[in-house]
């Protein structure tokens, strides 16, 4: 096989699968699970969650990728050759082409509202001017597609600069850029005048609101949040040097990925209760970041307007670096699969992977507006592949790999690559097995019912 590029450092490792790791669920779903579950019993729950399911997950996606060296969909070929286990990495690389096809989509409006909030377009608006910004961007026929195409382009530019000079260079550059601006936002939140109502309503636990249902929505959140199942991991691990601590890494990705989700909270919760604001379960996804938050910051802030204008700017910058972090590697799962198995070179693969999907990703866009009416099982093109790579392809995808890691893989191979060939202790491998074996794929089957609805029809 031909030498692979590998990370230039640990840090690069850490921050570039953080990146992964962190996006827009971090900072639209989070904060309002959060609320409407218990505030800080929630994420007790969640934090258990990342434990139980999260981390032995990640770990298997990062030995399967390290060990093979190879993309996603070759990986298991190569572990277990000759069995239909290779339909694991496939379908991996299918979810990671439906996603890009519509997240990309959403990650251009993040650039559209960094352009209003730059140039002050939110100063003076009602609640109900939101709304009519919003449908009006999305509904249009072109720009929605200008600001998705300059987002398809950046990630493309990154891709074809290879591991080294592009994902990990610029995962240095833009994971602490994400780190700066939430600390900032953080700081501009807690000073508000109601800070502390917001503050007590997300610390304050409420076990009280802890149900089956709940822990099954922090389940879900956790595996979703993290990128498990997708093949981001299983891929960029493909790139991890030898003596690259696995363990750890995991540990760090979902300490971080945790630690944004958290933050999110922070930023939120403050100006909500400042602003006289109650959270609404339909204050979730798009309608939280492009509708509601924008309203809430105007009126939180109308007392200190040029806090208030930072404020704005600085949120949808955060927004358009969470995006591109998570673009950036569901392009690198399908890339390295065309680059590796159709024998391209990196650029013609990347041009293949951003051609198509930048296609496809009209039909997304147009979701919104002139197809609107057009269905598929009664969704439009977007609904449709968010609802089959969101709450089918990812948790089946991470069910798959829990039961081959748990089952399939030979034991001693898995404790070689946990351990890097002897020289690190692995003190909890027989909890991490019987985890994969038992715990994770009857977890995910039940998140998996969960998302369908079918615990409502039982």
Same mark, same amino acid.
């Given at each position: 096989?031909? !030498?692979?590029?590998?990370?230039?450092? #640990?840090?690069?490792?850490?921050?570039?699968?953080?990146?992964?790791?962190?996006? @827009? $669920?971090?900072?639209?779903?989070? +904060?309002?699970?959060?609320?409407?579950?218990?505030?800080?019993?929630?994420?007790?729950?969640?934090?258990?969650?990342?434990?139980?399911?999260?981390?032995?997950?990640?770990?298997?996606?990062?030995?399967?990728?390290?060990?093979?060296?190879?993309?996603?969909?070759?990986?298991?070929?190569?572990?277990?050759?000759?069995?239909?286990?290779?339909?694991?990495?496939?379908?991996?690389?299918?979810?990671?082409?439906?996603?890009?096809?519509?997240?990309?989509?959403?990650?251009?409006?993040?650039?559209?509202?960094?352009?209003?909030?730059?140039?002050?377009?939110?100063?003076?608006?009602?609640?109900?001017?939101?709304?009519?910004?919003?449908?009006?961007?999305?509904?249009?026929?072109?720009?929605?597609?200008?600001?998705?195409?300059?987002?398809?382009?950046?990630?493309?530019?990154?891709?074809?600069?290879?591991?080294?000079?592009?994902?990990?260079?610029?995962?240095?550059?833009?994971?602490?850029?994400?780190?700066?601006?939430?600390?900032?936002?953080?700081?501009?939140?807690?000073?508000?005048?109601?800070?502390?109502?917001?503050?007590?309503?997300?610390?304050?636990?409420?076990?009280?609101?802890?149900?089956?249902?709940?822990?099954?929505?922090?389940?879900?959140?956790?595996?979703?949040?993290?990128?498990?199942?997708?093949?981001? &991991?299983?891929?960029?691990?493909?790139?991890?040097?030898?003596?690259?601590?696995?363990? #750890?890494?995991?540990?760090?990705?979902?300490?971080? *990925?945790?630690?944004?989700?958290?933050?999110?909270?922070?930023?939120?919760?403050?100006?909500?209760?400042?602003?006289?604001?109650?959270?609404?379960?339909?204050?979730?996804? +798009?309608? @939280?970041?492009?509708?509601? &938050?924008?309203?809430?910051?105007?009126?939180?802030?109308?007392?200190?307007?040029?806090?208030?204008?930072?404020?704005?700017?600085?949120?949808? @910058?955060?927004?358009?670096?969470?995006?591109?972090? !998570?673009?950036?590697?569901?392009?690198?799962?399908?890339?390295?699969?065309?680059?590796?198995?159709?024998?391209?070179?990196?650029?013609?693969?990347?041009?293949?992977?951003?051609?198509?999907?930048?296609?496809?990703?009209?039909?997304?866009?147009?979701?919104?507006?002139?197809?609107? *009416?057009?269905?598929?099982?009664?969704?439009?093109?977007? *609904?449709?592949?968010?609802?089959?790579?969101?709450?089918?392809?990812?948790?089946?995808?991470?069910?798959?790999?829990?039961?081959?890691?748990?089952?399939?893989?030979?034991?001693?191979?898995?404790?070689?690559?946990?351990?890097?060939?002897?020289?690190?202790?692995?003190?909890?491998?027989?909890?991490?097995?019987?985890?994969?074996?038992?715990?994770?794929?009857?977890?995910?089957?039940?998140? &998996?019912?969960?998302?369908? $609805?079918?615990?409502?029809?039982?």
């Amino acid at each position: 096989m031909a !030498s692979r590029e590998n990370f230039g450092s #640990k840090l690069g490792v850490t921050l570039a699968a953080a990146g992964s790791a962190v996006g @827009l $669920g971090n900072i639209w779903r989070f +904060p309002i699970e959060t609320g409407q579950n218990g505030g800080a019993a929630y994420i007790i729950v969640y934090i258990a969650c990342i434990i139980i399911l999260g981390i032995p997950i990640m770990i298997s996606e990062f030995a399967i990728g390290r060990r093979s060296r190879r993309n996603t969909a070759g990986a298991y070929e190569a572990l277990a050759p000759g069995t239909q286990w290779k339909w694991i990495g496939r379908l991996g690389v299918f979810t990671g082409f439906i996603i890009f096809c519509y997240y990309t989509v959403v990650a251009g409006w993040t650039l559209e509202y960094s352009a209003l909030a730059i140039g002050n377009a939110f100063e003076g608006k009602t609640a109900e001017d939101y709304k009519t910004i919003f449908s009006e961007f999305a509904g249009h026929p072109i720009k929605p597609l200008v600001w998705m195409a300059v987002m398809f382009l950046l990630t493309h530019i990154i891709i074809v600069k290879g591991v080294t000079s592009g994902i990990e260079k610029y995962s240095k550059l833009m994971m602490p850029v994400l780190f700066i601006i939430v600390i900032i936002l953080v700081y501009c939140s807690v000073t508000l005048p109601k800070a502390s109502e917001g503050l007590d309503f997300l610390l304050k636990p409420d076990f009280s609101k802890i149900t089956g249902n709940t822990i099954l929505n922090a389940m879900g959140q956790a595996f979703f949040s993290l990128s498990l199942g997708l093949g981001c &991991l299983c891929t960029y691990a493909s790139y991890f040097a030898k003596d690259t601590n696995l363990t #750890k890494t995991a540990l760090n990705v979902c300490g971080i *990925d945790t630690f944004i989700a958290v933050m999110a909270g922070f930023i939120i919760f403050p100006a909500v209760f400042n602003a006289g604001y109650q959270l609404q379960p339909s204050d979730v996804g +798009p309608s @939280l970041i492009f509708i509601t &938050l924008p309203s809430i910051f105007q009126e939180s802030f109308s007392q200190m307007p040029i806090v208030g204008y930072i404020f704005a700017v600085m949120f949808y @910058l955060l927004l358009v670096v969470a995006a591109l972090t !998570s673009t950036i590697s569901i392009h690198e799962v399908v890339n390295a699969y065309i680059q590796e198995e159709w024998h391209l070179t990196r650029s013609q693969a990347a041009w293949v992977v951003t051609g198509i999907c930048m296609f496809l990703g009209f039909f997304s866009c147009w979701s919104f507006g002139w197809l609107s *009416d057009f269905k598929i099982f009664g969704m439009t093109v977007f *609904d449709l592949f968010d609802f089959c790579a969101s709450n089918i392809f990812l948790p089946v995808g991470g069910m798959l790999i829990s039961i081959f890691t748990g089952w399939r893989l030979d034991k001693k191979m898995l404790k070689a690559e946990l351990s890097n060939e002897g020289s690190l202790k692995v003190p909890l491998f027989g909890v991490y097995t019987f985890i994969l074996k038992f715990i994770a794929p009857l977890a995910i089957g039940l998140v &998996l019912l969960n998302q369908l $609805g079918l615990f409502k029809l039982l």
